[in-house]
Every structure is written in structure tokens, then in C-alpha cells.
């Protein structure tokens, strides 16, 4: 699928010692959080019964779509509930996104939080852009494809977990649909939240690292922490290996995904700059400063979430990593302008170093 040339050897995760991790334990959630749980999970919710949240952001695979992380190179968008529409960018993981603040822009001129690859669920109308991402899929045409909020809401006050919706928001839950709606998304946004999904349960976090994992720790506090930051931050109580903001560092077009028919995937994909033009207004002229940026994805379960990159460009995280350190050899940026060349491009790492992050990354799994 990728014609560059990549490294050609990893080393393979060395495994604990003695040390044995102890099974998980279920961890006890709020009446809300199972509702979440309800919602997160019911198909019905989808026009024809075949897709939920989980669809798309599965625990096994990371909280993102398996579909595309077992066939990384082949399938890098997910399929619609009418089983042949595809969207145009590639599901990121649903945990850890509960951090992410209303979007805002900062003093830098940057720009940090909203939801989705793009910020356009900002946060300003439910004061929680988590809540507002997730009222987003069942109504999108190529996702779940749902016809309305009353559609959807009909569906909830169906359930056979409908008595759960009315014991966390009271008994007239389902009067007011508009409330409703709103409900239904801060119920997924708190199960989404809750330690089932954004665990920190980690190796990294139960500070079980092997000397390679270590040495990849230590160069991507060096080389990439100004983006993937290693400091706890936004109330988290470890580092969330992100700062919620956006860039552009150069992803070329994703050819095999601009000849698929049935995506939606169309270049240039602006990302932040096309949803600025209409949220600031043509006349506004700084949304041409953010054509081609997108949001810094977190590196927890990173390992579990291929492919990488708005458009899955990257099957495999030695791909994306080597990217991130040497953009010579591969195809042009799907956007040009804005590409970040200070921090991307130039990492002067060696095939060992790579391999030791890669590593390292995947001590970031739950």
C-alpha cells in the first residue's frame, strides 16, 4: 500500500521477569456510567441494529475500529451501518478523549481541544465536547446513519435499559427529546470516562518497564514530548501523551482511500482550517493558518490502534515513527501549507532508537 522504504527490523517487546500482572478487576461504575455502558454498546441504535459505539471503539483493539487494526494496510476507514459507506478519516481511540477541554484558542495563536480529528465538537453547547462527540455518530449518514434525534431517542426510550435512563435523569427523561439527546451523549461521555475505558493500567503506569522501554521513554520525552506530553495534565492523574492540540506534520494523500468509492475521503482534507471557516467565517482569515492541522492523537494503547494518521496513511507505528523522524523518501503532503518542519522531519534518530520507542509504546497498553 506505502511505497516508501521503512526499517526493516523491530525488536520485540521483552516480557516482564518474574513480574506478573495481576488479571483486572472489574471496576465498580455509577448508575450513569452503566447507562453509558448501555448506550455504548446497543446496535440499536444504528438504522438497521448493525453498529454501536463499540462498533468503532472496541476495548480489545485500543477503543478503536478492529476492522481497521487487523487489516492496517487494507482497511484504514470504517464501514457505514448500511454496510457499504466508509467515512473519510480513521476512528481514533474513545479513551482518554474525556480530557480534551472546551476549544479554545491560545495566546500562542494555536488551538487546543474540541473533539474529533478536526475540533468541530467544540463544547460549547453541553459544556463537555466528549458528550457533544458522541451525539454525533448515530445521526452521521456514513456511520449510523440514524434519521433524528427523535429517531434515536425513541430507540433509548425502547431499551430494556430504559428504566436506567429514567432512574439517572428523572421520570420525565424522554419527554423533551432535545434534553433527551443531550442525556444520551453526557451518559456515553461518563462511561467513557470511567476506568472500564480510561483505565491508566498500563505497565507504563504500573512503572513496569524493561531497559528498552526505558531508553524509549527516555527519547520520546526528548524528541517528542512537546506534542505527546509526559507530564500529567487537564486533571489526569498520570501523562496522557498529548496536548489536545493540532498540527500538520506533512501526512502524504492516502491514494488506496481516494480511489475507494465508497469513502467519503476527499483532498485536501483541511481538517482544522475547513472547520474554522465556518466556525470563524470566511472573512476571518485565521483558519488559513490551520489548513492541514489536526488533533494530537494520545499514545496510550497506541499499539492497539493502527493504522495512524487522519487518513490511515501509517499501517504500522515503525511506519509513523519513522515518518516523524525522516520525511525524505516519502510522497508529498496532502497539505502543504502550515506543515510543521521544526519538530517533524528532522528527529536524527537510528533504526535502534525507533525500534526502542516503538517498544515503549506499547507499554503504554491497558
Known amino acids: 500500500m506505502k511505497k516508501a522504504v521503512f526499517l526493516t527490523a523491530l525488536c520485540s517487546v521483552t516480557l516482564v521477569g518474574s513480574a506478573a500482572l495481576a488479571a483486572p478487576v472489574a471496576p465498580d461504575l455509577t448508575y450513569k456510567e452503566k447507562l453509558g455502558r448501555h448506550l455504548y454498546m446497543d446496535k440499536d441504535l444504528s438504522l438497521n441494529s448493525s453498529q454501536s459505539c463499540a462498533t468503532c471503539h472496541h476495548h480489545n483493539y485500543g477503543f478503536a475500529d478492529p476492522t481497521n487494526s487487523r487489516d492496517p494496510y487494507n482497511t484504514v476507514v470504517s464501514l457505514g451501518d448500511d454496510g457499504?459507506?466508509?467515512?473519510?478519516?480513521?476512528?481514533?481511540?474513545?479513551?482518554?478523549?474525556?480530557?480534551?477541554?472546551?476549544?479554545?484558542?491560545?495566546?500562542?495563536g494555536d488551538w487546543?481541544?474540541?473533539?474529533?480529528?478536526?475540533?468541530?465538537?467544540?463544547?460549547?453547547?453541553?459544556?463537555d465536547p466528549l458528550a457533544e462527540q458522541a451525539q454525533g455518530p448515530p445521526l452521521n449518514p456514513v456511520e449510523m446513519n440514524m434519521g433524528s434525534e427523535e429517531d434515536v431517542v425513541a430507540r433509548v426510550a425502547a431499551a430494556n435499559y430504559a428504566p436506567l435512563f429514567l432512574k439517572v435523569f428523572g421520570r420525565d427523561a424522554f419527554t423533551n427529546v432535545d434534553d433527551a439527546y443531550?442525556?444520551?451523549?453526557r451518559a456515553i461521555a461518563a462511561y467513557e470516562r470511567s476506568p472500564e475505558i480510561t483505565a491508566f493500567s498500563s505497565r507504563y503506569d504500573q512503572k513496569?518497564?524493561?531497559?528498552?522501554?526505558?531508553?524509549?521513554?527516555?527519547?520520546?520525552?526528548?524528541?517528542?514530548?512537546?506534542?505527546?506530553?509526559?507530564?500529567?495534565?487537564?486533571g489526569a492523574q498520570e501523562a496522557l501523551f498529548t496536548n489536545y492540540q493540532y498540527e500538520n506534520i506533512g501526512v502524504p494523500v492516502n491514494e488506496d482511500l481516494l480511489a475507494d468509492q465508497n469513502s467519503v475521503y476527499t483532498v485536501p482534507d483541511n481538517g482544522l482550517g475547513d472547520f474554522l471557516k465556518a466556525y470563524l467565517g470566511e472573512n476571518n482569515a485565521e483558519y488559513l493558518s490551520q489548513n492541514g492541522k489536526f488533533k494530537v492523537p494520545t499514545l496510550r494503547n497506541v499499539a492497539l490502534t493502527a493504522p495512524y494518521s487522519h487518513n490511515g496513511y501509517f499501517p504500522t507505528l515503525t511506519?509513523?515513527?519513522?515518518?516523524?523522524?525522516s520525511r525524505d523518501g516519502w510522497p508529498d503532503p496532502e497539505v502543504a501549507e502550515n506543515r510543521n518542519d521544526i519538530d517533524v522531519g528532522n528527529m536524527e534518530l537510528s533504526e535502534k532508537d525507533i525500534a526502542d520507542i516503538v517498544v515503549f509504546l506499547h507499554a503504554l497498553t491497558d
Open 84 to 108: 457499504s459507506s466508509k467515512g473519510g478519516r480513521n476512528a481514533p481511540t474513545s479513551a482518554y478523549a474525556g480530557y480534551s477541554p472546551i476549544l479554545k484558542q491560545l495566546s500562542s
Open 112 to 127: 487546543q481541544g474540541g473533539m474529533f480529528w478536526d475540533g468541530r465538537k467544540t463544547g460549547e453547547i453541553l459544556g
Open 182 to 185: 443531550d442525556n444520551i451523549g
Open 208 to 234: 513496569i518497564l524493561t531497559e528498552q522501554e526505558l531508553r524509549g521513554l527516555v527519547l520520546v520525552k526528548d524528541k517528542c514530548s512537546k506534542c505527546h506530553s509526559t507530564e500529567a495534565a487537564f
Open 319 to 325: 511506519d509513523i515513527v519513522s515518518f516523524h523522524n
